[in-house]
């Protein structure tokens, strides 16, 4: 009876032994695979937050001229390129501030974009190119020896593309404000512009009013005006990027 309950009880140990090993493997096998799956589920996370900080609409603002280049220009002696620059930035600001991405051409008036007017556009369509932009907007006063030509005008590729259609969503928030009239909407196909020609981004091109025209200059060089012209052109990129989303 004795011996019995002897080898009753190292059998128990053993069990217990045996069990103590098994349980400790499950525990091993269990921490690996909880590892395993949070490590994965972190990757996951991670991809996620990669794909949530790729920008999807990036809108590049090219104010025209700059710094040596003063573009045209008002009977009292403001530049196109200081209307301009003002406008774009206020452009850039209210889109930012929708969380789109902005890049610019330039953002001050130090910027020297080329060592000619020719090598000057290539590196405005360049930005564009290198930050992916989808949308490329240039800004510009018009100029005409007859002072009594006013308007907004937009230029575009062609008729029936996507660039046209930014292009109108900018003329018809511009004459919106009523400051001056519409023109005809002009196409680079007739007559080449080569920030147009050469984008890969669905671009236009918006003279916002003529400087050598007292009603449009009075307006556009004005503090109110250009912020008004500035509200305009962002909207309209909001609206066309709603647009192209349905
Ligand atoms: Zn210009």
Same mark, same amino acid.
């Given at each position: 009876?004795?011996?019995?309950?002897?080898?009753?009880?190292?059998?128990?140990?053993?069990?217990?032994?045996?069990?103590?090993?098994?349980?400790?493997?499950?525990?091993?096998?269990?921490?690996?695979?909880?590892?395993?799956?949070?490590?994965?589920?972190?990757?996951?996370?991670?991809?996620?937050?990669?794909?949530?900080?790729?920008?999807?609409?990036?809108?590049?603002?090219?104010?025209?001229?700059?710094?040596?280049?003063?573009?045209?220009?008002?009977?009292?002696?403001?530049?196109?390129?200081?209307?301009?620059?003002?406008?774009? %930035? /206020?452009?850039?600001?209210?889109?930012?501030?929708?969380?789109?991405?902005?890049?610019? *051409?330039? +953002? =001050? @008036?130090? $910027?020297?974009?080329?060592?000619?007017?020719?090598?000057?556009?290539?590196?405005?369509?360049?930005?564009?190119?290198?930050?992916?932009?989808?949308?490329?907007?240039?800004?510009?006063?018009?100029?005409?020896?007859?002072?009594?030509?006013?308007?907004?005008?937009?230029?575009?590729?062609?008729?029936?593309?996507?660039?046209?259609?930014?292009?109108?969503?900018?003329?018809?928030?511009?004459?919106?404000?009523?400051?001056?009239?519409?023109?005809?909407?002009?196409?680079?196909?007739?007559?080449?512009?080569?920030? %147009? /020609?050469?984008?890969?981004?669905?671009?236009?091109?918006?003279?916002?009013?003529?400087? *050598?025209? +007292? =009603? @449009?200059? $009075?307006?556009?060089?004005?503090?109110?005006?250009?912020?008004?012209?500035?509200?305009?052109?962002?909207?309209?990129?909001?609206?066309?990027?709603?647009?192209?989303?349905?």
């Amino acid at each position: 009876m004795k011996k019995k309950r002897k080898r009753y009880k190292i059998r128990i140990e053993r069990l217990a032994f045996s069990f103590s090993v098994i349980s400790m493997l499950i525990l091993l096998v269990l921490n690996g695979a909880i590892s395993i799956f949070s490590s994965s589920k972190e990757k996951i996370n991670d991809t996620t937050l990669l794909v949530k900080s790729k920008p999807s609409f990036v809108v590049c603002i090219d104010p025209g001229h700059g710094a040596y280049d003063r573009g045209t220009e008002s009977a009292d002696g403001v530049f196109e390129k200081d209307v301009v620059l003002k406008v774009g %930035l /206020k452009v850039g600001q209210i889109l930012e501030n929708n969380n789109i991405k902005v890049v610019y *051409t330039r +953002k =001050d @008036d130090e $910027t020297i974009l080329g060592s000619d007017d020719k090598e000057d556009l290539r590196k405005r369509v360049q930005i564009a190119h290198d930050n992916k932009a989808d949308v490329f907007v240039s800004i510009h006063c018009n100029s005409y020896k007859d002072a009594s030509i006013k308007g907004i005008e937009l230029w575009c590729d062609e008729p029936n593309t996507k660039d046209e259609l930014l292009a109108k969503y900018i003329q018809d928030e511009l004459y919106k404000l009523k400051y001056t009239e519409k023109r005809n909407m002009k196409y680079q196909s007739n007559s080449p512009l080569y920030v %147009l /020609k050469n984008n890969d981004a669905i671009s236009t091109l918006v003279e916002i009013g003529y400087l *050598t025209n +007292k =009603d @449009d200059s $009075t307006f556009i060089t004005s503090k109110n005006g250009q912020a008004k012209c500035a509200e305009a052109i962002a909207k309209a990129i909001l609206s066309f990027k709603e647009s192209i989303k349905k």
